[in-house]
């Protein structure tokens, strides 16, 4: 069931969904626990979900560079990938500080347009 008339329609908005739900699921429930912070000022709400966002953002910058630099082969298994960027991003970053290693700079960026 759909109110979409064409088919094609609900099939291209259902497939966007599936990458919001995951966004949703890491700020409530798996990883940021948002829905314990027990804010309920709008204002204050909307800086948590700024922070978080920057947070998120620079996580999944971190997982891209996992790839594209070769990391995901140390703190991931090697047979297969079953961790979103967000996840390989979240190990990759305890990796850095965990052993003293300088985390990539922005500047890095470049990385994602190759």
């Known amino acids: ?7 094609e329609e609900a099939c291209q908005w259902y497939r966007k969904r599936f990458r ?16 314990k912070s027990g804010l309920t000022d709008p204002t204050r709400v909307s800086r948590l979900l700024i922070a ?15 790839l594209k630099t070769g990391w995901h082969k140390i703190i991931h298994r090697t047979d297969r990938c079953d961790l ?6 979240k190990r ?15 500047t890095a960026f470049s990385i994602m347009k190759e």
């Open 92 to 106: 990759l970053l305890k990796r850095f500080l965990t052993n003293g290693i300088p985390l990539p700079s922005f």
């Open 20 to 35: 919001i739900e995951t966004l949703f699921s890491d700020f409530k429930g798996r990883d940021f626990q948002l829905q």
């Open 52 to 66: 978080v966002s920057l947070a998120y953002v620079w996580c999944v910058y971190l997982g891209v560079y996992a």
């Open 1 to 7: 069931m759909s109110n979409f008339t064409l088919p």
């Open 84 to 89: 979103s960027l967000f996840e390989l991003g």
